[in-house]
């Protein structure tokens, strides 16, 4: 997939260092002119919506900057985040008290 400028976004999904969990895959579209948005998305059912599929914002891709955005909203972008940081499900930082991140290591 092109953007508007012309750059080919679908090399932004192999910077990632993860893989889509099984189940899920992600899709990118251009935010703005030198900004690029990833979806993490999957085809369940859902009832409310009466419809097939859903997606949620992962992760923004600043393209001039050549870094990765954690999102604030799915029309916000937010800090930038290191790409170790980042999970498969989202790249939003953990905010973890001190035990809390004593038992996550």
């Known amino acids: 997939m092109k ?6 976004l679908t090399s932004i999904l ?14 990118i ?3 703005k002119r030198n900004m690029a948005a990833i979806w993490l998305c999957n085809d369940r059912y859902w009832l409310f919506k009466n419809e097939k599929g ?4 992962h992760s ?4 001039k900057k050549k870094q ?5 909203n799915a029309k916000k972008p937010g800090n930038p985040v290191k790409p170790e940081d980042m ?5 939003m930082p953990l905010n973890l008290n ?5 038992l996550a290591d």
């Not at 990765?68 to 604030?72: E, V």
């Not at 999970?87 to 790249?91: F, L």
């Open 54 to 57: 859903h997606r949620t914002i």
């Open 68 to 72: 990765w955005l954690a999102p604030i």
């Open 14 to 27: 192999t910077e990632l260092p993860f893989r889509a969990p099984e189940g899920y895959w992600y899709e």
């Open 98 to 102: 001190p035990l809390a991140r004593l």
């Open 87 to 91: 999970r498969p499900w989202t790249s």
């Open 3 to 8: 953007s508007q400028s012309n750059l080919d």
């Open 29 to 31: 579209e251009e935010f």
């Open 60 to 63: 923004f891709y600043d393209m």
